[in-house]
Each structure stands twice: as structure tokens, then as C-alpha cells.
T-cell receptor, first 112, second 114 residues
Framework: GQQLNQSPQSMFIQEGEDVSMNCTSSSIFNTWLWYKQDPGEGPVLLIALYKAGELTSNGRLTAQFGITRKDSFLNISASIPSDVGIYFCAGRITGGGNKLTFGTGTQLKVEL | DAGVIQSPRHEVTEMGQEVTLRCKPISGHDYLFWYRQTMMRGLELLIYFNNNVPIDDSGMPEDRFSAKMPNASFSTLKIQPSEPRDSAVYFC????????????FGSGTRLTVV
């Protein structure tokens, strides 16, 4: 099935740095979601976006729904050790009902 | 709410054996999803239900896999016979209907077939 392309695949950053990752698709999406997965656990929803151009924040996290509706971005400001994990984008294709397609994931590692 | 509950957390079985994974969705959620996660293929949707009815099973790998949802509070994913390539983490997730809701995932079942 279709997967969303996420980049970068992994990141190794210093504590305190800002982080940016993005997700692209060849299809138009009507919803974009960002999840975080800790080791041994299921993905947990961080931010949801519903409108092209929308910018939404959740604490140090900010996500944007791309104007073309084919991409989304996630920024983490002032990273801390507990930000370590795998970040997934997910989206609903217009006309695709309630089915979410997940991205390939970005693994974030934070160096103290 | 206890969230989505999956059991067992870990399962080790021999090739050829039957494996049954269980899921209890969040009360009131009318959608239930089964995903498989591997390093090579990421998160793959296997099947999803709406109001206990299977809606899309196009992701089920082959006839060895089957899923049921006999009522709103319980679902099973069965693999018979199991093969080493079925080794993966299997997640169950549930949600309310509509585009304004995300999925809530369980903690997963790590399956190892030897």
C-alpha cells in the first residue's frame, strides 16, 4: 500500500537544538497527524491538522499542513532527552474514509 | 479509560503453530484497526472494522491471516499456520469515526516465530 515519505530517516542532535522533519505524498490529504513512538510502546498522537496552511502548536512542538495538501512539517524546539523516539506522520486521503496512511518514520536521537 | 488493551505483550511460537492476538478497544470507539510493524515495511494496515464489520482487509498478507470482531469490545487476529516471516510487532488501534479523530494505539504484541 501507499506510504508517505518522511525525511530525514534519522537525526542525531545536541540537547537544546531545534529539530525539523517533513512528510510528502503524491496524493492530496484532508488530515495530517503526527505521532511519536517510544521503544516498546505504540505510537501516541502529538498533533492533528485539518486545513491547508494550518499551523498548530503543542508545547515545544509545531506542525504545519502544507498549502498543496501533499505535505506536512513538524518542528521541535529546544530538544530534550525525552524527545528521543520515532516520529511518524500520518494522513487521510480525500475520499479514503477513516483509513490512515503512515509515513516511514524519523528516528530522533538526542545527545546530552 | 484504560486505553486500547492488547494481549499478550510477547508471544514466541514455533513455526506451524496457531497464534491468536487479542485486542480490547476504547469503549465507545466504533473503528478498530490492526497494524503490523517491521523494520523493513514500517507500519502496515492489515484490516479495519467499523461497528464490528470488516471494511477493508486488503492489507491481510494471505489466507493464513484472519481477523474477527464478535462484539464492540473485542477483536482477534489469528495466524494459522505461523511462519518465521510473520515475526513483527502487531498493533491494535481504535478511533471514533470522522476525519477529526486520530487513532489510539495499544502497546502492541511482539510476535516471534521460530
Amino acid at each position: 500500500g501507499q506510504q508517505l515519505n518522511q525525511s530525514p530517516q534519522s537525526m542525531f542532535i545536541q540537547e537544546g537544538e531545534d529539530v525539523s522533519m517533513n512528510c510528502t505524498s503524491s496524493s492530496i490529504f484532508n488530515t495530517w497527524l503526527w505521532y511519536k513512538q517510544d521503544p516498546g510502546e505504540g505510537p501516541v498522537l502529538l498533533i492533528a491538522l485539518y486545513k491547508a496552511g494550518e499551523l498548530t502548536s503543542n508545547g515545544r512542538l509545531t506542525a504545519q499542513f502544507g498549502i498543496t495538501r501533499k505535505d506536512s512539517f513538524l518542528n521541535i524546539s529546544a530538544s530534550i532527552p525525552s524527545d528521543v523516539g520515532i516520529y511518524f506522520c500520518a494522513g487521510r486521503i480525500t475520499g479514503g474514509g477513516n483509513k490512515l496512511t503512515f509515513g516511514t518514520g524519523t528516528q530522533l536521537k538526542v545527545e546530552l | 479509560d484504560a486505553g486500547v488493551i492488547q494481549s499478550p505483550r510477547h508471544e514466541v511460537t514455533e513455526m506451524g503453530q496457531e497464534v491468536t492476538l487479542r485486542c480490547k478497544p476504547i469503549s465507545g470507539h466504533d473503528y478498530l484497526f490492526w497494524y503490523r510493524q517491521t523494520m523493513m515495511r514500517g507500519l502496515e494496515l492489515l484490516i479495519y472494522f467499523n461497528n464490528n464489520v470488516p471494511i477493508d482487509d486488503s492489507g491481510m498478507p494471505e489466507d493464513r491471516f484472519s481477523a474477527k470482531m464478535p462484539n464492540a469490545s473485542f477483536s482477534t487476529l489469528k495466524i494459522q499456520p505461523s511462519e518465521p516471516r510473520d515475526s513483527a510487532v502487531y498493533f491494535c488501534a481504535s478511533s471514533l469515526g470522522g476525519v477529526y479523530y486520530g487513532y489510539t494505539f495499544g502497546s502492541g504484541t511482539r510476535l516471534t516465530v521460530v
